[in-house]
């Protein structure tokens, strides 16, 4: 019994389970017998089999307490078995669940860096395309502002630093060529610079320009190099238009201003581009022609008058006027007596027949009814009035000659010119034409009834003027008329004339 109580003392995990394992096939040996045997074998095996086990749990019984101590002890066997077991699945729990941990984090690592990378080639090529050569060293000229910002939207989501900072880096560079090139191309209409810009603007812009490479300055070096030039021309314009006036507000133009002064300010102004510049200058200029315009018609006016006068001082010298004492037939009451009168006023000057009157020598003419002979119809009446009262020139000459002893002769035929050449040599003419220098008008017995003689006494070497002397008076009785209207009316009464020598 003592050697029994010592073995179930120290009992194990492995002979609980096999008492356990015992019971569980004694049950089921049992449950087979009672299935299989037959009654009477069933009940005398299953007796034998009690009283078996009786005798079995008598030899194994053990004393309450010490079962206790053993129940308590597999109690606590058990509970560290569980506590062992719960740890050991806890740990593969935990290591399940931070595999899990690190391969989502590495799946996750993947991922991210797969999409940097994209972000990064995004970035790359989007910048790329801003360039127009293979060596990404010249920016495309028509790249913008807006371009610029989309390219550097893309870098600012590159994760890494180093590429982060070489894409902003040439970023960078491109946004300055086109800040430098919107500007430029702000201060332009096309190719005209417009006329806003100042010289702090241009020196300013070139400042930028300067900065940037050479290949990138080739760019906008044609452009850039037109806004000096045009500016220039706008200053120098200005200062043109200005040297006109005398004062600030460019109202008042100098004096001493020209015409050929005006005329190169003027193409100044028509070569200027700047329309607005143009215009605004030509507004100033307008008001120098028209003071020129007003100075010149002035002047234009003073150099006529003076020409005028100046002719006028010529034709005054070029008249030759014989000073041929003047006799009046109608007032004399000669009526028709102008043949007389004018053949006196010549005899008269060149000295013969001093003290003779009109009337004494009206007396003393021929008459006749043919005026080849003598003077036809009366002397003294206006009747009849449809007839010409007249006498010929070549009686009229015979009775000058016998009254006088002058040298009177019948020129006849004589062109005018030779007429005036007569009286630049001294000698008065005694030249048929009509009253009042009219046409002639019903012509009767070979000349028209509105006959007139004159005296031709002055001619004018200049504008072969002739000067005639009236025997009939009224408020002037000498004419000047044109040498065509009386040539006219010369010819067209005949050529009748007689000269005094």
Known sequence: MMKKEKTLELPKLKNVKKEDGAKEKLKTIKNETEKNSKPNELKTNSEEKIKAKEKTDNKNKIPKEKKEKIDNKNKILKEKLFNKTTIIIASIVFVCVLTGVFTLKYLNYQKNKEHNEMVLQNATTALNLLYQNKEKEIPKYE???????NVSKKIEKVVYNKEKKDLTQKLDKIDDFVKVKETLESYFDGDILKSSTTLKQIEK????????????????KEKLEKMKPQYESIVALDEKVKTLFSDDERTKVKDSVTREEYK???????????????LKQKEYLSLVDKTLTQKEEAER???EEEKRKERERQIAAAWVKLDVPYISQNLSGVLNGCEVATLLMALKYKGYLGGMSIGTYAEMLPKSTDPNQGFTYSIYDLEPRDVAHWIAPAPLAAFGRSTSGANVADVSGSALATLDNEVLAGNPVIIYLTGDLKAPQAWAEGVPKNLHVYVLAGYNTMTKEQYLIDPWARATHTWTTSFNKVQSLYGAIGNKALVVR
């Open 301 to 303: 006016r003073r150099i």
């Open 205 to 220: 812009l070139n400042n930028k320009y300067q900065k940037l490479s050479e290949n990138v300055r080739n760019l906008l």
């Open 143 to 149: 790249i913008t502002t807006k371009d610029v910002n």
């Open 264 to 278: 190169e300010v003027l193409a100044l102004a028509d070569a200027i581009l700047q329309e607005d510049v143009k």
